[in-house]
C-alpha cells in the first residue's frame, strides 16, 4: 500500500514536468499548426542561462526568474526570425527548421559551457516527506514542481478565458484567416504564442534539471516523454496536454516501480500505441475529421 | 527500357567507384563505405517521405534492428556475408510491418511522434537483455577478405566494395519501383488520399508498404554500417542517428534518390571536416566537437529556408532542363499557396 502510494504520487510530480513540456508544445501547435522540436533545446538553454546566473549571484530566484524571462525572450526570437517564413508551406519544412534549431542549441550549448555533466540545484529539499512514520514518496521539491505547473496553467487557462490577449490566440487558433479580417494583428499574436511555449519549456527546464543534471542533451528524453503527453493528449487541447502528462507520468512511475526502471521508455513507446489504436488523434482532440 | 537504363548507370558507376577506391588510401576507403552504407538507410527513408508522403523520425530504430540481427546470425550461426544482409532486410522489413500496420491510422505529427518514442525506446532494450545483444558493450562484428584477393588486400577497400555493390543494387531497384505502379500509386496517395482511394487504391496497404520498404532499407543499412564500423552497440542508435537520416534525406533533396547520396556524403564527412577544423585552430575537445553539431543545425534552417528542394533541388534548377508544366502538382490548383518544391517529382 505504502509503495502504491509512493509511486502514484511520484508519478504525478513528474508528470507534472510533462505537461508543461506537453503545453508549451500544444500552445504553438494550436497557433501554427507546427511541431517545435526545438522545445527540449530551448529548455535546455535557458537552464544554462538560469545555471549562471546562480553560480554568479549565489541566489536560486533570480536564476528562476531568469530562466522563464529567457525562454520568453527566446520563444519570441526564434518565432520572429527562422520559424516564420515556414509557416503555410508544408509541415516538413516547420518540422526541420525546428529539429535544426534543436541541434543548433545543443551544439551551441557545447561550444559555450561544454560537454560535461554538472548540478543544478532544487529551490526546495529534496528529502522525502513523512506523515509520522508513513513515507509518502514525494519531497517538497516535488510539490513545489506540481504547485508550480499547475499555478502556470491555471494561469494560462485565465488568460485564455477573460482577457483580451485570450480571445486574440483562441480565435487565432481557431481560425487565423478570420482572425485577421476581424483585425487581430495575427504576427503579433503567433509571437506571443511562442513567447508563451518559451516560457513553459523554461519552466520545465529549471523543475526537471535538480533530478537530471545539467548537459547539451539533459532534455531529450523528458521532450521525447512530453511529446508523447502531448501526442495522448491530442496536440489541440492544454487539458489534454495535462491530462496526458499527468496519465504518462503515473503509468510510467508504476511500471517503473514495479517492473523495473530499465524499460520506462518501451513501456511509453506502448502507452502511445494503446492510446493512438483507439484513438488516433489523442484522447482530447477536437478535430474530427480530417481536412482533404 | 528503363531498368536497362539503370542498369547501364549503375555498372559505369561500380566501375568508378571500384578505380577510385583503389586510388584513395584506407581512410577515405572506410569513409566511402560509410556513405555507402547511410546511402542506403537514407534512399529508403527519402522515398518514404517524398513519395508516400508519410514522415518517420525513427529509422535509426530499424537500423538498429538490422545491425543487431545481421550481428547475432554472424555471430551464433556464422552465416556468410551476403546470406546475413539479405537475412537483415527480412527481418527490418517484417518489424517495418508490424510498426506500419500498427501505425497505418496516424498521419503528420501523430506518426511523427510515434515514430520518435520507437527511436528511444527500441535501444533500451539492448541495455535491457544485456545476456543476448551486449549490453553497453554491443556486439563485434569482424568479417573476412575473400581468399582470392590476396592477403595483402586491404580490408577496407573490401568492406567499400561490399557497401558500394548493396547500395547500387538497392539504388537501382529503388528507382524501378518509384518508377513502377506501385511508386506512381504512392504519389497518388501523397498528393491526395481521398482521390487516391476513389480511384481504387488501397490506401492503408500502400502506405505499410512504404513503411516495409524504408523500414528494410534501414535494416540492411544497420547492418552494412556495423560490418563496416565493426561493432553494434546501444550508442550508435541514439536519437541523432534517426535525425541526421531525416537530415540527410531533406538535405539532398526529398524524394530524390540521387539526393540521399548528396545528403549521406555531408552526413558523413561534413563533421569530420569540421572537427579537423576546429581542432586546428587550438579549440578544446568539447568545443571543437560541438562546432560540427551547431553548424549542422545552422545548415539544416538555411536549407530549409532559402532551398527546399535541397542540394538534388537546386542543381536541377541549375543544369536541368526546366521542368515541365505536368510535374506541378495537381494540389496548385486547389490551393492556395503553391505547395512547395519538394512534392515536385524527383526518381532521379
New interface residues.
Given amino acids: 500500500m505504502q509503495e502504491f502510494i509512493e509511486f502514484g504520487l511520484g508519478g504525478i510530480g513528474i508528470g507534472m514536468i510533462y505537461a508543461a513540456i506537453a503545453l508549451s508544445l500544444v500552445l504553438i501547435?494550436r497557433g501554427t499548426r507546427v511541431?517545435n522540436y526545438s522545445q527540449g533545446g530551448m529548455a535546455m538553454f535557458t537552464t544554462y542561462v538560469a545555471w549562471v546566473v546562480i553560480s554568479h549571484t549565489g541566489n536560486y530566484w533570480l536564476g528562476f526568474a531568469a530562466a522563464l524571462a529567457s525562454g520568453l525572450i527566446l520563444g519570441a526570437i526564434l518565432e520572429r526570425t527562422?520559424v516564420r517564413?515556414?509557416v503555410?508551406?508544408?509541415?516538413?519544412?516547420s518540422?526541420?527548421?525546428t529539429?535544426?534549431?534543436?541541434?543548433?542549441?545543443?551544439?551551441?550549448?557545447?561550444?559555450i559551457y561544454?560537454?560535461?555533466y554538472r548540478s543544478f540545484p532544487a529551490a526546495y529539499s529534496v528529502r522525502g516527506l513523512k506523515i509520522g512514520t508513513f513515507s509518502l514518496g514525494i519531497s517538497p521539491s516535488d510539490l513545489f514542481t506540481a504547485a508550480a505547473v499547475l499555478a502556470a496553467a491555471l494561469a494560462l487557462a485565465l488568460v485564455f478565458r477573460y482577457t483580451t490577449v485570450g480571445l486574440r490566440l483562441r480565435a487565432t487558433a481557431f481560425n487565423s484567416s478570420v482572425a485577421r479580417l476581424l483585425g487581430i494583428r495575427i504576427g503579433r499574436v503567433l509571437t506571443l504564442g511562442w513567447a508563451l511555449a518559451g516560457l513553459f519549456g523554461a519552466l520545465a527546464g529549471v523543475l526537471v534539471t535538480p533530478s537530471t543534471f545539467l548537459y547539451?542533451n539533459s532534455m531529450?528524453?523528458i521532450f521525447?516523454l512530453g511529446?508523447?503527453a502531448?501526442?495522448i493528449g491530442g496536440?489541440d487541447s492544454p487539458v489534454g496536454a495535462v491530462v496526458g502528462g499527468v496519465l504518462l507520468g503515473v503509468v510510467l512511475s508504476y511500471a517503473g516501480g514495479y517492473l523495473g526502471n530499465?524499460?520506462?521508455?518501451?513501456y511509453?513507446?506502448v502507452v502511445?500505441?494503446l492510446v493512438?489504436?483507439i484513438r488516433?488523434?489523442?484522447l482530447f482532440s477536437s478535430a474530427v475529421a480530417?481536412r482533404? | 527500357m528503363t531498368l536497362l537504363r539503370h542498369l547501364a548507370v549503375a555498372i559505369v558507376v561500380a566501375v568508378i567507384l571500384a578505380l577510385i577506391s583503389v586510388q584513395i588510401g584506407s581512410y577515405r576507403d572506410y569513409q566511402m563505405a560509410e556513405v555507402a552504407a547511410y546511402v542506403v538507410a537514407v534512399a529508403g527513408l527519402t522515398l518514404l517521405i517524398g513519395l508516400s508522403g508519410q514522415i518517420s523520425v525513427g529509422n535509426g530504430a530499424f537500423m538498429a534492428v538490422g545491425g543487431y540481427g545481421g550481428a547475432l546470425l554472424m555471430i551464433h550461426l556464422n552465416w556468410p556475408l551476403e546470406l546475413v544482409l539479405l537475412a537483415s532486410v527480412v527481418i527490418a522489413a517484417v518489424s517495418g510491418a508490424i510498426f506500419g500496420v500498427a501505425a497505418a491510422r496516424l498521419r503528420g505529427p501523430y506518426l511523427a511522434g510515434a515514430t520518435l518514442m520507437l527511436a528511444v525506446a527500441l535501444p533500451t532494450l539492448a541495455d535491457q537483455y544485456a545476456g543476448v545483444f551486449g549490453g553497453d558493450q554491443g556486439l563485434s562484428v569482424t568479417i573476412n577478405t575473400p581468399a582470392f584477393l590476396g592477403a595483402t588486400f586491404p580490408p577496407t577497400r573490401w568492406l567499400a566494395w561490399v557497401t558500394c555493390a548493396a547500395a547500387l543494387i538497392v539504388l537501382v531497384l529503388l528507382a524501378n519501383l518509384g518508377r513502377s505502379r506501385i511508386g506512381r500509386s504512392w504519389r497518388a496517395v501523397r498528393d491526395d488520399e481521398v482521390a487516391a482511394s476513389l480511384a481504387g487504391l488501397n490506401v492503408a496497404r500502400l502506405q505499410i508498404l512504404a513503411f516495409v520498404v524504408s523500414a528494410a532499407c534501414a535494416g540492411l543499412g544497420g547492418t552494412l554500417l556495423a560490418v563496416v564500423t565493426g561493432i553494434v552497440a546501444p550508442g550508435a542508435y541514439t536519437l541523432t542517428l534517426s535525425i541526421g537520416l531525416l537530415t540527410a534525406a531533406v538535405l539532398g533533396g526529398l524524394g530524390s534518390l540521387l539526393g540521399a547520396v548528396w545528403g549521406s556524403l555531408v552526413l558523413v564527412l561534413v563533421p569530420s571536416y569540421l572537427t579537423n577544423v576546429a581542432a586546428s585552430h587550438g579549440l578544446s575537445g568539447a568545443a571543437s566537437s560541438s562546432i560540427p553539431i551547431a553548424a549542422y543545425g545552422v545548415v539544416l534552417i538555411i536549407v530549409m529556408l532559402v532551398f527546399p528542394a535541397g542540394i538534388q533541388g537546386g542543381l536541377r534548377r541549375l543544369f536541368g532542363p526546366a521542368a515541365p508544366a505536368a510535374a506541378v502538382p495537381i494540389n496548385v490548383l486547389r490551393r492556395r499557396r503553391p505547395a512547395s518544391e519538394h512534392q515536385k517529382e524527383g526518381t532521379t
Fill in positions: 501547435w511541431l527562422v517564413p515556414t503555410g508551406k508544408s509541415p516538413l519544412n518540422v526541420i527548421v529539429i535544426g534549431l534543436l541541434i543548433f542549441l545543443e551544439g551551441l550549448a557545447g561550444i561544454g560537454g560535461q547539451p531529450d528524453s521525447v511529446f508523447t502531448a501526442v496536440l530499465d524499460l520506462v521508455l518501451v511509453g513507446l502511445l500505441a493512438l489504436m488516433p488523434s489523442g480530417r482533404v
